[in-house]
């Protein structure tokens, strides 16, 4: 079992950057890959990046790519979201979660096993 925790979010005016973390428990972390999910208010949970296992595969929402870069430590059993140049409609909720898929990332958030409690992200105009 795997239990994620996030932190990281806040308030950052349109055109900053943000640095999220999500920090594993437990040994088996790097047999899980990684993805970053985001909600906001009335939306459904949306993919945003996603790393496999090994970190040589990585995934992206188009609309964040070239902002976002997802990374991973397995060392330290945390993955990154440095989010660049935030738009007010990047304001969510940013979840990770662990996928024990062996193969490439998923973007189905009902694929994934297990999730964190979320940050709040919050970018004003």
């Known amino acids: 079992q795997v239990q994620l925790v996030e932190s990281g979010g806040g308030l950052v005016q349109a055109g900053g950057s943000l640095r999220l973390s999500c920090a594993a428990s437990?040994?088996?972390?790097?047999?899980?890959?990684i993805g970053w999910f985001r909600q906001a208010p009335g939306e459904e949970r949306e993919f945003v990046a996603g790393?496999?296992?090994?970190?040589?595969?990585?995934y992206y929402v188009d609309s964040v790519k070239g902002r976002f870069t997802i990374s991973r430590d397995n060392a330290k059993n945390t993955v990154y979201l440095q989010m660049n140049s935030l738009k007010p409609e990047d304001t969510a909720v940013y979840y990770c979660?662990?996928?024990?898929?062996?193969?490439?990332?998923?973007?189905?958030?009902?694929?994934?096993?297990?999730w964190g409690q979320g940050t709040q992200v919050t970018v004003s105009s």
């Open positions: 437990g040994r088996t972390f790097s047999r899980y890959n």
């Open positions: 790393i496999s296992r090994s970190g040589f595969s990585i």
């Open positions: 979660a662990a996928d024990s898929y062996p193969t490439a990332t998923r973007r189905q958030a009902n694929l994934y096993d297990y």
